[in-house]
């Protein structure tokens, strides 16, 4: 208009509105999930749908020798019972190594592997017709023990090689790094071994979904996941189909934590589905989801720091096993992670690194938050206090003192090139406010270790107190295109303008859909946005993992409200009554693969850091632990969603604490010894303390509103600052965690 007069439209689209980037609306999914009203993938109905059920190996290791059906199909309400030969399709899957049959054919390789599916009218119908399929086997000796499976001449796991990968005997994948000189000498030298133990995700919300045949001859699923596409190109391959005809939808997700990134029963389902025509819904207990997940990596872990007199570092080298369990999952990542990660958030100028994992009998490990970062972390802070000591500096002192920061260069020569504020942040959980003292006298039962199992009433109790700092890379790395896809959509209804984004990226808790509503309201100025539900139908979001989601999918997002700026201003600023339709493919900066003699190389896309400082009671005599404070700090470039990243923050402490003093899948040869939330012990909101939480903003110029990923870190330092903390109340060395009682009263053990 040439009077520069705009109309109501044009007023509303591009003008600041409330609940956008730095505030913290309410979620739109919060009311109906405090209420128990939200709809989980586990409450999917179907008029007409059968149930499926899966029969399990009770064996880690076996032959197969015979599987009799006969009595299963004889039971009334049984419509399907599937072996390996039903599968049409390749009867192979995987995240990055397709190794894992969908059905064991000649041999189980855990226990707990599929070897056959039913479907019946009801779940216990299903159930015990798995009972009643007769399997023979011929059981062979797992092999249990990752250094041991890594050397020359072990037996193998996998008897016949992965197709298409260069898998030497049990070894998935070796990751050497080298810089600096190898042969380097230091006046202090502090060596350590650690084992850290098998820890489960521990989602709430079972393995689910639901199955629909579809008239095309193809099938709709309806799944809680991680990642949809890549789900969708392996049931693809499985099922014989094109991948336009296997759609999916991301189902409520109760949980995720890397747990989701691999197929469970996707397969399985769809499998089903298409032999009865029928729409086919699963569920697992909770004992079976411990069996049809990965989990995280058990580790062994040898460090040697060398420092001069003053504390300085001079070199570091470390040797690293990952136990990969019986498929590969993302095993070859979570490698890469640990080993270009392994050395810790301090300049060392010379850094020698042997990293490798391998297959076993033991169950198949994967993505769990913190990806590899967390098994190292707990063994390069562990010595950082050993050096301490070694050299007579406090533990804050001595890491101030090697403290990476911008302008650092990675053990793999990457440069760090932005905010790397490590020494920023341990002052701020040293400066943190102490707890008081405990106070003479008769104490409250429920600030004790033991709690309010009465154990104790103070006597033999001991405080002491703990520092860790961790680093974490942000995204996929070594060369991933990582990408996000995105359709943003501004029309109007009535008088208003309404936008609404598209994406596959799944929402397993952690507050995306948020954050996408909060990007569409700051960069188009609307304040109704609607986020329709993630599916196949759009390009990729990647899974959510990686801490990536809020930087790949938001920046897509962004992107996307971008373009549909740039039509409206073709437009003259008018919306009218023609909606506007962006869809745009976003990348972050690339990465590149390391240099397999040398480990050199810019691997990650963006460096996370965060610090703790623990405070724990330990009653010495029985050898319990009441965690009394945690402090931390982090840089979280920007904060979206403040009260978000105060959730993740909270939430990712609360799984390191797991980690630190309880969480541990118990395995005997390859057999889990607990499958339960009774056995398998959880945090609970009587083992959480006070957390202080200090948030820096310090913006990262490469990315998405200088935002950086805040979901990991958490869960990589809190872990060893408590176990710092206990080793300062009792002295002990405590290499390995979790840190059981028996290790505080018997340090034999």
Not at 100 to 122: K, N, S
Not at 312 to 323: E, H, K, N
Not at 583 to 610: E, K, N, S, Y
Not at 713 to 724: E, L, W
């Amino acid at each position: 208009m040439s009077t520069g007069a705009r109309t109501t439209t044009e007023t509303a689209v591009g003008s600041a509105v409330a609940d956008g980037i730095g505030a913290s609306p309410v979620r739109p999914d919060a009311n109906l999930k405090v209420r128990g009203e939200f709809a989980y993938s586990s409450d999917m109905w179907h008029d007409d749908m059968l149930w499926g059920a899966t029969l399990r190996s009770p064996h880690p290791r076996a032959r197969i020798t015979s599987i009799d059906l006969t009595e299963a199909l004889k039971t009334v309400g049984v419509h399907a019972v599937l072996t390996a030969s039903d599968v049409p399709g390749l009867n192979r899957y995987g995240l990055e190594i397709a190794d894992q049959p969908v059905l064991a054919e000649r041999e189980v390789r855990y226990q707990g592997e599929p070897v056959a599916l039913v479907a019946a009218d009801h779940p216990e119908i299903a159930r015990q017709a798995c009972k009643k399929i007769a399997v023979e086997y011929e059981v062979l000796e797992p092999i249990v023990d990752a250094v041991a499976a890594s050397t020359p001449g072990s037996p193998l796991v996998h008897e016949t090689p992965v197709a298409g990968h260069a898998i030497v005997g049990n070894v998935l994948r070796s990751v050497h790094i080298e810089r600096g000189s190898a042969e380097v000498s230091a006046e202090v030298v502090v060596t350590g071994e650690y084992q850290v133990g098998m820890q489960d995700q521990a989602f709430l919300g079972p393995e689910s979904g639901l199955a629909v045949p579809a008239e095309d001859g193809g099938i709709d699923l309806y799944i809680a996941t991680q990642w949809l596409h890549a789900d969708q190109s392996q049931v693809a391959t499985a099922l014989g189909l094109p991948t336009a005809k296997v759609r999916f939808t991301l189902a409520g997700v109760g949980g995720a934590f890397g747990g989701r990134e691999d197929v469970s029963m996707q397969i399985h389902a769809c499998l089903l589905a298409l032999r009865t025509g029928r729409p086919i819904k699963m569920v697992y207990s909770r004992e079976e989801s411990f069996y049809g997940h990965v989990h995280r990596h058990p580790a062994l872990l040898r460090y040697e720091h060398g420092a001069d007199s003053s504390g300085r570092l001079v070199y570091a080298r470390a040797q690293i096993v990952l136990d990969g369990g019986a498929y590969a999952s993302s095993s070859t990542a979570v490698a890469g992670n640990a080993a270009t990660l392994g050395f810790g958030p301090y300049d060392i100028p010379n850094v020698t690194m042997d990293c490798l994992v391998t297959y076993t009998n033991n169950p198949p490990c994967g993505a769990m938050r913190g990806f590899g970062a967390v098994q190292a972390c707990f063994a390069y802070e562990s010595q950082m206090d050993k050096l301490a000591q070694a050299c007579g500096l406090s533990p804050v002192e001595l890491r101030l003192r090697n403290a990476m920061s911008e302008g650092s260069t990675m053990p793999t020569g990457q440069l760090v090139d932005s905010a790397a504020p490590v020494a920023e942040l341990l002052c701020r959980v040293r400066d943190a406010p102490m707890p008081d003292a405990a106070q003479a006298g008769p104490r409250d039962v429920r600030e004790l270790p033991g709690g309010v199992s009465n154990t104790t009433h103070g006597e033999g109790v001991v405080r002491g107190v703990g520092y860790a700092v961790g680093i974490k890379n942000v995204g996929f790395s070594e060369g991933f295109d990582d990408y996000s896809t995105a359709r943003v959509r501004l029309e109007l209804i009535g008088d208003t303008p309404v936008a609404s984004v598209h994406t596959a990226a799944a929402e397993v808790g952690q507050g995306l859909v948020t954050v996408l509503q909060q990007i569409v309201r700051t960069e188009l100025g609307v304040t109704q946005v609607t986020v329709l539900p993630a599916d196949t139908s759009i390009g990729s979001a990647g899974s959510t993992s990686a801490s990536r989601q809020s930087y790949v999918t938001g920046g897509a997002v962004q992107a996307a409200c971008q373009a549909v700026l740039a039509r409206l201003a073709e437009r003259g600023g008018r919306l009218g009554d023609e909606p506007i339709d962006e869809t745009v493919q976003w990348r972050h900066r690339p990465t590149t693969v390391i240099d397999p003699l040398t480990g050199q190389g810019a691997a990650h896309v963006q460096f996370a850091f965060a610090a703790h400082r623990a405070v724990v009671d330990v009653d010495v005599e029985l050898g319990l632990i009441k965690v009394v404070q945690i402090s931390t700090a982090q840089d979280v470039g920007k904060a979206l969603n403040p009260q978000a990243v105060l959730g993740q923050i909270h939430g990712g402490t609360a799984q390191g604490l797991g980690l630190a003093v309880m969480e541990e899948i118990q395995l005997h040869e390859g057999k889990l010894r607990n499958p339960s939330f009774t056995d398998y012990l959880l945090p609970t909101i009587l083992d959480m303390p006070p957390m202080q939480v200090d948030v820096l903003e310090l913006a990262d110029p490469h990315a998405p509103y200088g935002l950086r990923g805040v979901g990991e870190p958490p869960t990589i330092s809190s872990t060893p600052a408590i176990v710092a903390a206990i080793r300062d109340a009792t002295g002990l060395a405590l290499t390995r965690v979790p840190v059981r009682p028996e290790h505080l009263t018997d340090p034999a053990i």
